[in-house]
């Protein structure tokens, strides 16, 4: 069973920058599509960005467009989100998720995702 676990959460003052890791074990994520998603207390939980194994695409949520960038480090199984520009409004417990899929589709939906981290909280201060 594909196990997700994320590091790097922590509390910033707004336009500071901040990199969370998600590294998954139990199986390699080729094969996978790996997402980023967040929630705010109070709130439901919203897809941040997301990365598929078939055709190397990235897709993000207009909020973060232009701040945020998702990547792959193959040797080390992990996935990076690089967060620039941060805003009191990216305050929220950050997950990774992952689900089997061989097509270039990136989704969006949780209902998707089958694997998920614990998160990490993410806190930024104006």
């Known amino acids: 069973q594909v196990q997700l676990a994320e590091s790097g959460g922590s509390l910033v003052q707004a336009g500071d920058s901040l990199r969370l890791s998600c590294v998954v074990s139990?199986?390699?994520?080729?094969?996978?599509?790996m997402g980023w998603f967040r929630q705010a207390p109070g709130k439901e939980r919203e897809f941040v960005a997301g990365?598929?194994?078939?055709?190397?695409?990235?897709s993000y949520v207009d909020s973060v467009s232009g701040r945020f960038t998702i990547s792959r480090d193959n040797a080390k199984n992990t996935v990076i989100l690089q967060m620039n520009s941060l805003k009191p409004e990216d305050t929220a417990v950050y997950f990774c998720?992952?689900?089997?899929?061989?097509?270039?589709?990136?989704?969006?939906?949780?209902?998707?995702?089958?694997?998920w981290g614990q998160g990490t909280q993410v806190t930024v201060s104006s």
């Open positions: 998720a992952a689900y089997r899929s061989y097509s270039p589709i990136i989704a969006t939906q949780t209902s998707m995702y089958t694997a």
């Open positions: 990365s598929s194994w078939v055709g190397d695409r990235t």
């Open positions: 139990g199986s390699s994520f080729s094969g996978y599509v």
